[in-house]
């Protein structure tokens, strides 16, 4: 690949811009100059400003000061179609695909210029052969994984004949395997010219990657760096600025009882978008961290609900707490029985928005009897209060107090609220989704010591995440689940990140002999 | 250009500005209409909210008019809380009028007071019932209890019709549509001289006064509201849809039925044809400007009672249509509902971006 | 029965679901841009004033309907301002333009109760409007009949065959997608509003010029909300909204003749008929939960906030 540009115009130079929010510095005078058949590394924490800068790019947002160039002219990008006419693509993290809706109708909204259906399937079906990213362009949305929904969005980009490729965390929800096959497809197009912005907050994937590097810190540009010349512990404390600490771990777990028992666990939702679990397996013991790994639409959705109890199961004995049967009962009966849950959703599911910190206290909490919230049908405000102070208190939650609405603190700020509100209980089994996704490192690294404290006091932990690293660094077993089938665990210190991957792709039988062959 | 930026928390001057505002916006337009239609549009505001209760009845009468808006927005809030969409109360109102009324008819004739709160208790069960059919609906089957409520109201009104004109018919009555009038201690008797304000604006008051103790301190209330804001997070914590949905359609179905006994046996005295002006739907304006609060929906309640006799008074004495009415009352919900994004949001200007 | 009763029910079922198969084909399309309008039976309260008040002043029904399309589409954008600009509960504003609508309509049409009108022409087809049953029905109808029945088949078209239909069941899919792909997500569902209120004030005008003519308080007695049931029935497919409004314009017409021939059932239990049918429609089409998840636009009736 290319290093260097072809000719000297940059394809696009941005000098100076800054936007602020309410609140919020978003960018503070941020530059950037990317050549053409460069892929070019935006580096960052959550809440750095790479998301805005390449909005603005785009033309979602529009900046409050300064100037975009785009092959040496000076441009006003006032909307996404301009951004397209100008060639700019991007594949969002968030896909912005329309589930109902077809491949080709799905490419076809986001081109100015789609022309009669028809050809659009042909040139569909062109490019993605070309590229090596197999699309049916009839199926629906909703039947695709997330790796396949993504070829769709960088299909629809390629389309569009960009001269700029922006990739906003593309890798987040991609199996290793996937991963690698992207990482192909994007070499392929910068050796066409083409130049590529990769957001992400993955090192190693920057270092494999990346020609050059920016790193944004609270909206400014901190640093500059050829990845593959810098480690990644360089990088990530730019990204921080300050070192890194890892957690502590206590000694290994201590084999203690089954808390969580799942015996042939299998859903069955109605919706026709879900992913049913069929016949999972599984044992928490008391004192250990579990994980499930798993892209997500993997069934995760369908096997927290009927954890949680929100989804009631045909079969009391699907899911057992202690060895007592719970699958025909709801969250308030779980909870009694020491079962605490965090869920994946914060704003919506684990709390109320629009509800004061007090208010969040008592919805999970009204059960525990210790706290007392409610009295003969009415609620102990105060009581509710002082339990909100009290998680804010000891698990750093920086807020205004009780009566702060959920909705105004940071990710990393109620996550750590709900972690904190559901440990307080004292919870003999800790049920946690994505315990860190979109949080930041200081308020990640605080999370998962506080699990691993949890578990090393007795509690049994199940881990549901996406991040690979993450359950590494969590957990003692892990299992996998890919289209509802939940695999058999393995010692998290007896697998690897690629065996891991494998089983997230879906090759469940190879893995299989894989262990047998290493035992 | 404007545009609207979050408040980062809702602005608690707002949410006591708002209704107030709309009620200026809304007086603002009504001087355009008056004047569109050709009367003196500051006779006319006195003719509509000032010279009718210049005097003890018209006080009464203001009383008269809020107690069944109070009692049946009282209920309608507690389900717009929980986005439960009743908005057949009207209908549950009829079902009240014919349960409670049945019983005052039975014992015409022959009875004590016991009759009276006999009539009340059947006519929150009649009401509660009609309401019970949505939330039935609703929970087994899944069908949108807004577009069932509504239905049901046609039907009860239709009920009712049969019911005046065939077995109840009064046969002294001269074929009017109209059953016999309650004897004494099955009717509810002016508490004032010179009024017709019964006893029922008292239980509208209480009504609401539990309402808010509902809504404010009661564990039931707080799992209608997260039910309201955040439906996952309620089934997160284990509260159960189906129960809120049945708490609130019973509870606002009886109170819309015990607001259509005290019409029947307050005001009209027997059971007619038409036993609401549409109480039942001007109590979702009530319900609305009263920001879904008790306190909020008593003073509101008086407010559209007011442009009721307002209206009534302005045909008389101005020959202004009756129907003058319900323009306000709708003009006085959306310009409440326009002011409402001043709660949650700021208005700025829009700043144009400085690129190159 | 005789074969012109038949033919007379049938008639009576086409006259008598005309004005819901419009206001129905509307908010089809107003749902499927994401946006709950329940103020119908407002808008085509409207549209009958309207139609008729202008028609009795200029004697020009095509004014009449021309200039309900226009209330209609006023009302509706009355809607949209509270909704789309001010973020406003769809469901709140959506029953307050149906209380505001009762009260505008009965305050204009107020000198005009009980004035007669003649109803619009039939169009006759010299040959074909004589065959017996089908003749009238197919052949013999007044314009408006044929309109609705051509909007049905260019609403059906329009969603599924062009690209602007194509947005707009984006835009009902997911409002920020849409968003982040550049539509103006506000500006079509604007659009998509005014076009359902502008067809029920057409359905309204059709009320009170062809099919009873004349002007009364509160004359459409429901349909708006059934055409809505309509919306539901169909599970948002337009050749199914078809289906619905003569379903439901049958019953109507099913209970009027019954009543006529005197079934011994007192007449308002059979006028509970349409009432109770679209009840039990309802029912039976929401019990399929799936289906309803399969074909109901994702952001129907969520707040759009584009920042």
Redesign the interface.
Known sequence: MANAPSGNTPRLALRGITKQFPGCLANDSVDLTLAPGEVHALLGENGAGKSTLVKIIYGVQHADAGTIEWEGQPVHIGNPAQARRLGVGMVFQHFSLFESLTVAENIALGLDNPGPMKDLTKRIVDVSQRYGLALEPTRHVHTLSVGERQRVEIVRCLLGEPRLLIMDEPTSVLTPQEVERLFETLRRLSSEGKTILYISHKLEEIRVLCDNATVLRGGKVVGKCDPKMTSARAMAEMMIGTELSSPQRLGPAVEGAPMLELVRLSTTSIDPFATNVKAANLTVRAGEIVGIAGVAGNGQAELLAALSGEDILPDPNMVKIEGKPVGHVGPRERRMMGMSFVPEERLGRGTVPEMTLADNALLSGYMVGEFAMLSSGMVRSDRAQDYAAKVIKTFNVAARGHHSLARSLSGGNLQKFIIGREMMFKPRLLVVAQPTWGVDAGAAASIHQAIIDMARAGTAVLVVSQDLDELFELCDRMAVIYHGRLSDTQEAKGTSVEAIGLLMGGVFGQQDEDTNAAS | MLRLEARPQPSRTMVLATPVLAVVLTLIAGVIMFAILGADPLEALYAFFIAPIDNLYGLGELGVKATPLVLCAVGLSIGFRANVWNIGAEGQLVMGAIFGGWIGLFHNGGGGIWVLPLMFIASAIGGAFWGAIPAFLKTRFNANEILTSLMLTYVAQLFLNYLVRGPWRNPQGFNFPQSKSFDDFAAIAPMFDGTRLGFGFIVALVAAFAGWLLMSRSFLGFQIKVAGLAPAAAGYAGFSAKRLTWAAMLISGGLAGMAGLNEVAGPIGQVVAVVSPGYGFTAIIVAFLGRLHPIGIIIAALLIALSYIGGDAAQMSMNLPVAVSSVFQGMLLFFLLGCEVLIRYRIRPRLRAATG | MHHDTVTAILLSTVLASTPMLFAALGELVTEKSGVLN?GVEGMMLIGAVIGFVVTAATGSAILGVILAAVAGALASG?FG??TLL????Q???G???T??????S??IG?PFIGKPLSALPQLHISGLSDIPVIGPLIFGQDALVYISILMAIAVHLFLNRT?QG??V??VG??H????????PVVGIRFLAVMFGGAMSGIGGSYLSLAYTPLWS?GMT??RG?IA??CV?FSTWRSARVVLGAYLFGFFTIAQLHAQALNVPI?P??L??AP??A??LV??II??D??R????AP?SLGRVF?G?
């Open positions: 329940l009355i301002v509270l001010l973020l406003a509960n469901v709140a504003c029953l307050a333009l209380i505001f609508g009762i009260g505008l009965a305050l107020k690209r194509l947005i069941r984006a899919e997911s920020d997608a849409a968003h982040a792909l550049g539509y308080e007695a429901g909300w809505l049931a539901t007192p308002e239990f006028s509970m009432y109770l679209t009840v309802l029912v929401s019990r939960a799936t309803i998840r399969m074909h994702a906030h920042g």
